[in-house]
């Protein structure tokens, strides 16, 4: 695959979107994502809290799923990248999800302090 052209300038997933996923309780937490919140003392509750607050000022990048070659079912997949200051408790955050279109879940791969 190609990456030169993987980069996209607005996010996959609608912020519309990712706040129904999470309201609906259709997600999953990587262990990653949950291993860097709990460095700051929080779990999955405060992770949702903190993706529920993104706004497309927070918004990075999407760019192509990088197990595309390998895996066939996620090759029209993007995953976003948020980086976001002081949302919850002070803390400056860096996180990144995709949607899964097999699971038809929000996959939230990473969740750390930036």
Request: charged content about 30%; some cysteine; proline content about 4%.
């Amino acid at each position: 695959m190609d990456f030169s052209d993987s980069l996209i300038k607005k996010p996959s997933i609608p912020l519309s979107q990712l706040k129904k996923l999470l309201n609906t309780n259709q997600y999953d937490i990587s262990a990653v994502a949950l291993e860097g919140a709990d460095h700051f003392g929080w779990g999955g509750e405060e992770i949702v809290m903190c993706l529920k607050r993104l706004k497309l000022e927070h918004f990075c990048k999407s760019e192509v799923h990088w197990d595309a070659d390998i895996d066939p079912s996620l090759k029209d997949v993007k995953i976003d990248f948020y980086r976001a200051n002081q949302l919850l408790n002070g803390v400056n955050i860096f996180t990144k999800f995709y949607f899964d279109p097999t699971s038809q879940k929000l996959k939230i791969q990473s969740f750390k302090e930036r």
